[in-house]
């Protein structure tokens, strides 16, 4: 009895302590949150909770890619994990309008805030993200673009 | 507007939860309102994915008004029920509950702050975890597009990270509410957890509340909701919570079946436990756990009376044939599209077992880690779950909850073969979510073993 007494008010202690403290950062994030934009929302909570920044490239991806076709995504490092994850959020943001294809070329980017694409139907076309310009093969009649 | 949409989605999902609970075969008349009102939002989720899977099947293109007929035309139905009801409501008999300081004031207040927290997290922040955007919000995105399940494009090979085999009943729910909204926004598609999340944090204190005393239902809640892993995976678009509370809804009527040998509680049963295998695959282990669970407690209950044997397989039969009906047919269908499983390749199950056996250890190993050790993820959940039984032990061997605990050990065994199967070596970034799916029945074990300690 005195046993499960003490098993059940540490219990509560613990539980007690963690739900205060995801209430506390789940309101904070709410209060730093509210009133951004969709986009700044998405940078938020993916450099909270996975550590990069992906999401201000998609709405001009989404414009500036001609469609229905298919792309391979290329990653900013060569590590499979980074290339599964910009793959599952762009196939994610892009439907219908574009499918990311897994298993075609990786390419090294030399920074993990940018983000490569590369045609696989067409290997003269290329998109860079570097920063906050892309640069498009002048072949599909794109120059140097800047995201807002 | 759109707050409107939402609202409405909400309640036909609540409706056809009812439709399916005032049904004869799965009655909830007798339960009291809070607990038949969480069960409406589970039951309804399973009605309206059910419901828009075979709409699919018919090649009927989703619409607000297509999904929802049924059962707006049902409320017309409700009308003399809502009218006596409200003829019946009067302001002056609410009664505020008089507010002491005590530990279970502490308690609810702080589950009410839990619920408000997440409610309105989920209604500012969109999705961000990585099953959320590779499997479920891309099906459900899919879906909404589409206005149909197509196979042809699940079908396709690049999509096979997100796993077309899996069940849609999330899915699906996540396409009718966004159908209902008329446009994607996975900032309030995350309320669907919310709500889920709120939902079961209801039933889940009314139903222990027959078990044991307020303050330790109370407890109860607050240790499963309040634990820090299931906070994680309640709204961050996974459905592991979903399973999890499912699997427990099930456990808990399987628990008054057994207690108070009424079969209506065997249906409830079975049909949460057939939901739960809609949800995710990892709940047709749960389904086939609580089945091999149920044919010994009727084997044990009644083999000296060969009639009550023989009555109770029809029970048996029941079981098995309701959980069947709600996650088989999308089980045939997707065989019959050659949507099958990219982690388990081998035809042959006893060769690959036999292969594989040497990874026994190794499984073993990591099942006790997750489980004791990773206090990362689980803090001391698992830990304080061991000692509740091993203190209830008495009540354990005299009750019926000693058949809980032999589910749980027979999930358990269940993903250990699962495990030696796969061809993919996902042990580490999976076993502690299967564990969600079975912490709220854990939870429920644990606490509901207190009163006998207690009194």
Known sequence: ?148 | MIVLRLIFSFIIIFLAGKFILSTKPFSVKNEPPSLRFSLYFFAGTTVISLYMFVLSLLHISYGALVVSLPFILYSITLIPEIRTYLSNFRISRLTVPRVRLSLSAVIYAVLFLLVLAIIINCSITPIFSKDAFAMWFLKARIFFVERSIPFDILTKPFYVYSSPEYPQLVPLNLAFISICLGQWNDILLRLFFATGYAMFMLFFYGSLIRFTHKTIAAAACLFLLGNVHILEYATNGYVDLTLGMFAAIATIYFQRFMDEKRSIYLMLSSFFMGSAAFVKNDGIALFVALSVTLFLFLYLTYRKNLDMLKRSLIDFAIFIFTGFLIFMPWQVVSASHSISSHMIKSANVLTTMAANIGRAPGIAQHFLFELYLNTYSWQYFWIFITLFILIGRGKLRASNSKYILIFLFASLSLYFMVYILTVADNLASSFHRLLIGLAPSAAFLAFSLGHMEET
């Open chain 1, 1 to 148: 009895m005195k046993a499960y007494k003490i098993i059940l008010f540490l219990s509560i202690l613990v539980s007690l302590i963690s739900a205060l403290q995801y209430t506390y950062e789940q309101m904070d994030d709410s209060i730093k949150l509210y009133n951004k934009s969709y986009l700044e929302k998405q940078d938020y909570v993916e450099g909270k909770y996975n550590g990069y920044l992906v999401y201000r490239y998609y709405d001009w991806i989404k414009i500036s890619l001609p469609k229905a076709k298919t792309y391979g995504i290329l990653t900013a490092t060569d590590d499979n994990k980074t290339y599964g994850r910009y793959m599952h959020r762009l196939n994610y943001f892009l439907y219908p309008e574009h499918i990311i294809e897994t298993g075609t070329i990786f390419l090294l980017a030399p920074k993990l805030s940018s983000v490569k694409l590369y045609s696989a139907g067409r290997s003269s076309y290329g998109v860079l993200g570097e920063k906050k310009y892309f640069l498009i093969s002048k072949k599909d009649g794109a120059g140097l673009l800047r995201l807002k």
